[in-house]
Every structure is written in C-alpha cells, then in structure tokens.
Nanobody
Framework: QVQFVESGGGLVQPGESLRLSCTAS????????MGWYRQAPGKQRELVAA???????NYADSVKGRFTISRDNAKNTVYLQMNSLKPEDTAVYYC?????????WGQGTQVTVSS
C-alpha cells in the first residue's frame, strides 16, 4: 500500500524557518521524481518544489531562493527546508510524486506563518 507521511509543520513567525519531512512507503522511492505541494484555504493545491530521481531540483517562483528540497533514498524520505517564511506560505503541505501527484495523498502537515 502506498503511503506518504508528512511531518514538521507548526506555527512560526515571519522570517523564521521550518524543515518538513515526508517518508514514503509502498513505492520504489529512488526511481520517482518527488514533490512538495501546498494547499491554502480556498485555493487549489500547487506544486512548490520538485526533485528528480537524479537529484535535480525545481521551484515555484514564489518560493525560489527560500525553500530547498532534498531527498535521502536510503530512508525513503524527502525534505523541504523553508527559510524566510512569509504569511502567504501558510498552507497544508503534502509530498507526493512529481509533477502531478498520485491517487494516494497523506494527511499533510500544517504550516502557519503569523505574528
């Protein structure tokens, strides 16, 4: 069974940092491109960062220069380092296959940026 388990979210002030983690199971993790998605209230889910099986990365313009995606194939885990957080980064963050996701979505992890 395919599963994605996200963690690491929380409430932070603008300018602070968070590191999200997502562990996948039920897939041959190392062969897939992976991504971090987010969904803010009333908005569609969007892909904010992606990493290929070979380690190449790509970012949405809104997070470029502030977020860094990485992966550890030995742990079936993908990370999202988020620096200089802004209120507009507030959302539920999910990981999944990139660039379109899959039928299987985890519960996500809530990130709230507020003073």
């Amino acid at each position: 069974q395919v599963q994605f388990v996200e963690s690491g979210g929380g409430l932070v002030q603008p300018g602070e940092s968070l590191r999200l983690s997502c562990t996948a199971s039920g897939i041959r993790f190392r062969i897939y491109d992976m991504g971090w998605y987010r969904q803010a209230p009333g908005k569609q889910r969007e892909l904010v960062a992606a990493i290929t099986s070979g380690g190449s990365t790509n970012y949405a313009d809104s997070v470029k220069g502030r977020f860094t995606i990485s992966r550890d194939n030995a742990k079936n885990t993908v990370y999202l380092q988020m620096n200089s957080l802004k209120p507009e980064d507030t959302a539920v963050y999910y990981c999944n296959l990139a660039p379109t996701g899959s039928l299987y979505w985890g519960q996500g992890t809530q990130v709230t940026v507020s003073s």
